[in-house]
């Protein structure tokens, strides 16, 4: 058993999103993705085979579906199913935006 913060060590500013695993099993992964005004690159887009469930716990960001943009701030989450098509079209520049990531299967 180990104890950390998911608050700690955050990066002052970063060229490309911090993904970092903190648990990977069969069916299950679970990251903690920091974005300091990070966007996904210009028509890219996740399409992935886990379905996503994504809390936003501190800073801010939109997502883009093909169907409109949400708007996340703390304490916000979505469920992204698998092969729904999304990116990340804003993250606060002003400070570190920190997600936490469930990947899973059915």
Known sequence: MSKANLFDDLPANLPDELVETLISAANVRIERIVSHGNVSPAGF????????????????????????????????????????????????????????AVHYEN
């Not at 939109?62 to 079209?89: D, Q």
Request: proline share 7%; glycine share 6%.
């Open 45 to 100: 887009w996740y399409d992935q085979a886990q379905h996503e469930f994504v809390v936003l716990l501190r800073g801010a960001a939109r997502l883009r579906f093909e169907e409109g943009i949400i708007e996340l701030m703390p304490g916000s989450f979505v469920n992204i199913p698998a092969h729904r098509r999304h990116r990340v079209e804003w993250t606060d520049p002003k400070q570190p935006t920190v997600w936490l």
